[in-house]
């Protein structure tokens, strides 16, 4: 099968080029992560066309150019004398500043009709010139991508001329809210031209959803789960957070304490910011000054725009002051090279630097905080601290907590950032059980109820002591929340009985764990948090942001946020689109909020849960088990007898083996249990063998419980049994 061709198309070349001879050229990479981004599209035969860097004004000159690029499949776009007005011009002075949130600069302001609409004259003909490369190139087939807001008017000129071709527009940077957006001169023509496109692609979940509200607030544009509709006709638009190849990094020694910065010498990377920061830390430890170096390599970029030549100015000002201030004859605190570096030295200093800093004001997305990553992980372990790049207090100190921080600690962040951690519940329930669990020997169960003298009963709510869906649709599941009409009086003499304690939600004299047990209490007392110390769930307005973005687009699902975790339900949408959703919600999750989070992502039937790493009900037990002995000092005789009743996620599996006669015996002489109030009465407070151990699953076969039982109606009765054992 022939692939077919693609036809990349973004204002700048991967190389940038540079005049030798008369007929000869010189080339060097061009900076900024498209180019980095873009260098992994193997799957395709791909043409490249865009801006070779320079201006050509003769045809030898012009001609030897594209032929040296040819042999790098690199096809020239000659752009001369529109280049300035409309690269530092319209590009980068007017929609880079607006989608980076910094607004119109003020000259704009002060001569808006002229200066603007030269320079978007010149934009425009800038994409003509470019939709002229591209149609002299395309062939039937050819799929055109074009990148980024340097053509954004390529799409309509391309569809204009040949409907059929395929086209794609990828934006690089982030779209701005529809507030900001408006701002623009120009805006309903750039957006009518982008929604000409087939597939618009971002980032990130928030650029996208800023864009439909643009088209919509702008355009009046309808919004549909697959992207924008325009009078019938549907744009798509999609969410690609773009990676990087982490090979090339990961296979690519100490000085004193290196804190690496790689930045273009751009406005939006927040350098300043990074200094002010570093000469705060410097000020307040003077332990460490001569101990630790930041090296800033700072890409020059856009050196024709006013605002680029400031910021230099700013940054060189700043390390004089800096250097001044805290350097000695045999050290300086700041090294900043206006340079771009080869990658082999890049890589080498990524595997050297113990502290990465990125205070990036805004960003379309930061390739080089996933090199660092990529690239650091296998030889020293990194770990992320999220901070507000304008605080410069918070990244003041954000700077000695990372240069402080052990190696071990280093480990177990790199590990929970490398591993997204997908549990399929049935799937993994299945892999790890071996065993079918066997029908629920109720005789047994009651008749060893009535011998034991302190019993524990732990009881899941959901699809356990709720009414079971009569109704098989599968819109029902998991929707009811009401408990069982039958329990309520048996679970109020079940509570009442002295010699049983039981674990699980109502109103009765039972204990009430909520949250995986990261919340309990008595039923006659306050909650108490039995949350670990230093959870950290900074994590969470970021996933609830990705969860809400998906609920709008997924009509019939919803989301439910608690302390320590989010779930996304979709029982009640379309079955095959929910799925998918949930695909595509689990990259953006790992590729945004949870990407440098200690958190597991549980994909369940119709759910996706995200909650801290180690919160399930088995871990959750030993937690409750201390509290209870801690509050119910009549707990003096051993349980002789444990119950466990539920219909769990898989990964809540645990709390059936918690229980497990060979397994108590050996995590209750474990460490785990060393500083934990379980400790003073390990040795007495289980006396569990097997035979008074029943660890049951509700409408599951595929379960690490050794039994079954079909529905909640058999708990009912199993219950009911129970509580009439003394009197049958
Ligand atoms: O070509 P320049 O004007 O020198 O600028 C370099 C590139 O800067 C921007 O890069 C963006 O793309 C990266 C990869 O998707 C992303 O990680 C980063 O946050 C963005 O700023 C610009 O969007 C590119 O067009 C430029 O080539
Ligand atoms: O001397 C250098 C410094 C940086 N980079 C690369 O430039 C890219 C910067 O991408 P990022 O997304 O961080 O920011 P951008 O410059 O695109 O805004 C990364 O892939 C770096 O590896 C490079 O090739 N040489």
Known sequence: ???????????????????????????????????????????????????????????????????????????????????????????????????????????????????????????????????????????????????????????????????????????????????????????????????????????????????????????????????????????????????????????????????????????????????????????????????????????????????????????????????????????VPIIHLDCSIHFHQLCALYAITDVLLVTSLRDGMNLVSSEFFAGAGQSLGAGALLVNPWNVKEVSNAIGEALSMSREEKEKNIKSIFSIKLNEVTSKAEQETGKAPHELPQHDVVQQYSKSKNRLLILGFYGTLTKPNKNQERRDEGMNLELHPQLQERLKALCSDPKTTVVNFGEHDMWLAAENGMFLRHTAGEWVTKMPENMNLKWIDGVKQVFKYFTERTPGSYFQASETSVVWNYHYADAEFGRAQAKDMLQHLWAGPTSNASVDVVQGRYSVEVHSVGVTKGSATERILGEIVLQNKSITTPIDYVLCIGNFLGKDEDVYTFFEPELTKKTMSSPYYGSGPLKKVSSTLVDVKGDNYFSVAVGNTHTKASYFLDSSDDVVQLIHKLCTHNNP
């Open 1 to 331: 099968m022939v692939r077919p061709r693609l036809l990349v198309v973004s204002m700048s070349l991967p190389v940038t080029a540079k005049r030798t001879g008369e007929e000869t050229w010189s080339f060097t990479m061009s900076p900024g992560g498209l180019v980095s981004a873009l260098l992994g599209l193997k799957e395709f035969e791909t043409k490249w066309i865009g801006w070779p860097g320079v201006d050509v004004h003769d045809a030898v000159g012009k001609k030897a150019l594209s032929i040296a690029l040819a042999e790098k499949g690199c096809i020239p776009v000659f752009l001369e004398e529109v280049c300035d007005q409309y690269y530092n011009g319209y590009c980068n002075n007017i929609l880079w500043p607006i989608f980076h949130y910094l607004g119109t600069p003020p000259e704009y302001r002060n001569d808006v009709i002229i200066t603007y609409q030269s320079q978007y004259d010149a934009y425009k003909k800038a994409n003509r010139i470019f939709f002229d490369v591209v149609n002299e190139h395309y062939q039937e087939g050819d799929v055109v991508w074009c990148h980024d807001y340097h053509v954004m008017l390529l799409p309509q000129y391309l569809k204009e001329y040949n409907s059929k071709m395929k086209v794609g527009w990828f934006l690089h940077t982030p779209f701005p809210s529809s507030e900001m957006y408006k701002t623009l001169p120009s805006r309903s023509e750039l957006l009518r031209s982008v929604l000409t496109a087939d597939l618009v692609g971002f980032h990130t979940y928030d650029f996208a959803r800023h864009f439909v509200n643009a088209c919509m607030c702008i355009l009046g544009t309808e919004a549909t789960s697959e992207g924008v509709v325009d009078q019938g006709k549907l744009t798509r638009v999609a969410v690609f957070p773009i990676g990087i190849e982490p090979e090339r990094f990961i296979n690519t020694s100490k000085l004193s304490e290196l804190i690496l910065g790689v930045d273009r010498l751009d406005t939006i990377k927040g350098i300043p910011h990074k200094y002010q920061a570093f000469e705060k830390f410097l000020e307040e430890n003077e332990d460490w000054r001569g101990k630790v170096l930041l090296l800033q390599i700072a890409v020059p970029t856009r050196n024709g725009i006013g605002e680029y030549q400031k910021i230099k100015d700013q940054c060189h000002g700043l390390v004089g002051r800096i250097n001044g201030r805290f350097g000695s004859i045999s050290s």
